[in-house]
């Protein structure tokens, strides 16, 4: 045998051996949970990437950032990652909004740990990415000495810290309130009862929504408004090398946890209560009950009593006017398609 047939009888076994491998992983892929936790995971990836490296520049680069480049960062970054996982998942890439979306029956709760965990590894792996595209910038910046708080501070890249002039509960509250908006604003882009985006423009209406509340209310807590923004990032600069001090600061770790899950559960319930249960939701009016007939159960291709009635009446007509026997029109025969509008 050449060289050349055994290499090609390896290649033909390789595609043998690999072939029900490739099936496999292709089947499992296919599967709706699977596919809504890898689309949570890019898309929270996307969003993070964009966020965070905004965020890398204002910290590390005097000149090449600002906080309103964070906000165009965080802002943009969403609206791509609704356009990533749109259509799959729904793009929630936050825990907050898919608590309120089970809490409120738009979503089964057992779609919850699926879209959270997703949320919570992309989240991580775009803090571990922006760490090793900025990690000589941050060497750099700090002298090697990784801290959370002082002038040199740089874990506040990665997640959110509470002002000096804050308290632990002013901060809470304000993370209540900044989350509820953000709930109460999606859901009317969203309702297709009331007057949502323009088909097409979710996203980029979603991403200008994140600008204005970082524009407008992100000043006092960096506004997080997202658990699965906040905690995983957290827990990479634990394991990177900031140490405990991340979690020891004001305590503040957990807020950005649950605050969250409670403004966007009453940010849900108030846009319910006080703007969508005011929608009247009208019946569907049947312009061609022919249609509606057509939808719902197996019509028999003859013509119907009314047919019939109006047909010999049509024939009666034809026979007195022209003083001729009236012929019977045939009923319609099963390849004549009638035209919906």
Request: glycine letters at 10%.
């Amino acid at each position: 045998m050449t060289q050349a047939e055994e290499n090609k009888g390896s290649t033909c076994r390789g595609r043998m051996i690999s072939s029900p491998v490739v099936i496999r992983m292709q089947a499992i892929l296919q599967k709706e949970m699977v596919r809504e936790f890898l689309a949570e995971l890019m898309s929270t990836f996307v969003m993070m990437v964009f966020g965070l490296g905004s965020v890398a520049h204002m910290v590390l680069g005097e000149k090449f950032g600002s906080f309103l480049g964070v906000n165009l960062g965080f802002g943009f970054g969403v609206a791509l990652g609704v356009h990533v996982a749109g259509n799959i998942s729904g793009a929630h890439m936050n825990a907050a909004v898919t608590f309120t979306n089970c809490a409120l029956g738009r979503l089964p709760w057992k779609k919850f740990p699926v879209y959270v965990l997703g949320q919570f590894v992309g989240s991580f792996l775009a803090a571990a990415s922006i760490y090793g595209i900025f990690y000589a910038a941050i060497m750099d910046f700090t002298g090697g000495h990784l801290t959370a708080t002082g002038p040199v501070a740089t874990a506040n890249i990665f997640a959110t810290y509470l002002p000096d002039y804050m308290t632990l509960w002013q901060g809470f509250l304000d993370e209540v309130f900044v989350t509820g908006m953000l709930q109460l604003c999606l859901f009317a882009i969203t309702d297709k009862r009331n007057n949502p985006a323009l088909p097409g423009t979710q996203a980029l209406v979603i991403g200008i929504l994140v600008v204005i509340i970082g524009v407008s209310l992100g000043m006092n807590t960096g506004y997080a408004i997202n658990p699965s923004r906040d905690l995983p990032p957290r827990f990479f600069t634990f394991i990177a090398g900031w140490g405990t001090e991340v979690f020891r600061i004001k305590n503040w770790w957990w807020v950005p946890v649950v605050a969250p899950l409670l403004g966007a559960y009453l940010g849900g319930i108030i846009y319910v209560v006080f703007v969508g249960s005011t929608i009247p939701r009208e019946p569907p009016i049947l312009e061609n009950p022919v249609e509606f007939e057509d939808h719902q159960a197996p019509v028999l291709p003859k013509t119907t009593p009314h047919q019939t009635a109006n047909s010999s009446l049509a024939s009666v007509s034809v026979s007195l006017d022209n003083r001729t026997p009236a012929q019977p029109i045939p009923p319609l025969s099963d390849n004549i398609q009638v035209q919906q509008f």
